[in-house]
């Protein structure tokens, strides 16, 4: 029967999901709050309504309700591209040899190119809803900038995205969608803030960071009525939205009565994993059934396998509340890598508690080794990953292997977030041997490290 599944799984219409699931409301211990970094008191809902859309708030601070209806308009939205196929990689798992069976959700099949699109039209939509003027928000890589970007332009709304200057020199390609799609594309730091000018005066030559841009976005949403400011990753909302992906998944690996055995996906600020593996900790939590979960960071900013458990702040300006959370410091500048989706020096508070209380393990991995898998994938099975994606390619591939070797036919499912396209300057360096490794001193993780 295993033989008849298809290549390519899409979920008929009547089985997609209609609500998200808030895994909170089942972790029988709940994440540690949020804390007014002022007073050091759990953060009040309203304490949050000056920076985050109203309802955005209330999803953030949410222990309570697992299911949460997705508005009517953000389902029609989904609609144009999802539901994302669910694949079975035949060709993979030939090339490796292995009895294991490999599946992947891709969530590149949108024209922002990741995930990241399933949050992005969910905040514009409450943004719109509020009757906000506009959004700001900052981006490292790209992808969130571009998503959100055309979650603004579907609903009409003005966006201010501040990238990271690097970043904004290296993909102009990038920040042309961006600015194709409407929005206003500051590289960071810039002359229009009193944290970018400030800043520019110190190191006039810099090329900024992801804790400047996101000062910078702040500072613009609250000095201008009627704005707000979105975050693409990290936050409880981010994750909410998120739960789509594993819930399809699950879905569609039920028509074909399959279940994981093991779950794997990258870890950045944590969004895609802990959307990807929602359903299953559940079954987890609630003893029906008990995946390994594994998530996926690269050696260079290694926040779940060589970070602390502690109160830090989210960005590096120190403006955003405390979280409970696993990371290298607010400091923490990790090292040139090409997966910049990944460049977060903290993760998700909640995925940082399960992994804590021993529901979930982690792997770091270097960058070469990471675009071997790619490479190998791409020949294979004809889609470019991008780099952040690879992480979690690399993981299922070695764990193909094991599997190879012990005759198990485990059922594998990873997350592929999303394409390459805009990475090649990486894959370049990679083909022809100048990409190198970059892995913190224990030295330099403890002159980050977190003070509380
Ligand atoms: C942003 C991004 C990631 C990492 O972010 P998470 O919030 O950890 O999911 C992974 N893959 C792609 C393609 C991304 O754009």
Redesign the pocket.
């Known amino acids: 029967m295993k033989a008849n599944i298809p290549n390519r799984i899409i979920l008929p219409e009547e089985k997609t999901p209609t609500q998200w699931y808030n895994l909170r409301a089942d972790m029988p211990e709940k994440p540690p709050a949020l804390l007014n970094p002022g007073t050091g008191e759990p953060l009040k809902v309203e304490e949050l309504f000056p920076i985050f859309c109203e309802e955005l708030a209330r999803q953030e601070l949410n222990n309570t309700d697992a299911w949460i209806d997705i508005p009517g308009e953000v389902l029609d939205y989904y609609k144009t591209f999802r539901p994302s196929p669910l694949h079975r990689a035949y060709r993979l798992e030939e090339e490796l040899g292995t009895p294991a069976r490999i599946y992947f959700k891709f969530?590149?099949n949108n024209t922002s190119?990741?995930?990241?699109l399933n949050s992005a039209i969910a905040q514009a939509y409450y943004a719109k809803a509020q009757g906000l003027r506009g959004l700001t928000t900052e981006t490292g890589?790209g992808?969130?900038g571009t998503a959100l970007a055309m979650a603004c332009a579907h609903f009409k709304l003005p966006l201010t995205v501040y990238m990271v200057k690097g970043s904004y020199n290296q993909k102009p390609y990038r920040r042309s969608i961006i600015h194709t799609f409407g929005a206003e594309i500051i590289p960071s730091p810039s002359d229009t803030t009193n944290a970018g000018r400030a800043i520019l005066a110190q190191m006039p030559g810099t090329t900024g960071s992801l804790g400047c841009a996101i000062s910078e976005a702040v500072e613009k949403a609250v000095t201008n009525e009627g704005f707000r400011y979105v975050l693409?990753?990290?936050l409880n909302q981010?994750l909410l939205h998120?739960s789509v992906i594993g819930l399809e998944s699950k879905a569609a690996l039920e028509l074909y009565d399959e279940y994981p055995d093991l779950v794997i996906?990258?870890?950045?600020?944590?969004?895609?994993?802990?959307?990807l593996i929602a359903p299953f900790m559940q079954d987890k939590l609630q003893g029906r059934a008990n995946p390994r979960i594994l998530a996926v960071e690269p050696a260079s900013c290694p926040s779940l396998t060589r970070g602390k458990y502690v109160y830090d702040f989210c960005d590096t300006a120190k403006v955003t509340p405390l979280a409970k959370m696993y990371t290298l410091g607010s400091g923490f500048i990790p090292g040139a890598n090409h997966?910049?989706?990944?460049r977060?020096h903290g993760m998700?508070p909640m995925l940082s508690k399960l992994y804590h209380d021993g529901y979930m393990e982690a792997v770091s991995y270097e960058q070469t080794t990471v675009f071997g898998a790619a490479a190998e994938f791409s020949k294979v099975e004809g889609i470019l990953p991008?780099p952040?994606?690879a992480h979690a390619i690399r993981a299922a591939i070695d764990e193909a292997l094991k599997c190879k070797e012990t005759g198990e036919a485990k059922t594998i499912l990873f997350g592929l977030?999303?394409?390459g396209y805009f990475d090649m300057t990486a894959y370049e360096q990679y083909l022809n041997g100048t990409m190198s490794d970059v892995i913190p001193t224990d030295a330099q993780l403890e002159a980050s490290e977190p003070q509380s």
């Open positions: 969530e590149g190119g990741s995930h990241k890589a992808q969130w693409g990753s990290v981010v998120q996906g990258c870890a950045g600020g944590g969004s895609n994993l802990g959307g997966a910049g989706g990944l977060y998700s991008a952040e994606s977030t999303g394409t």
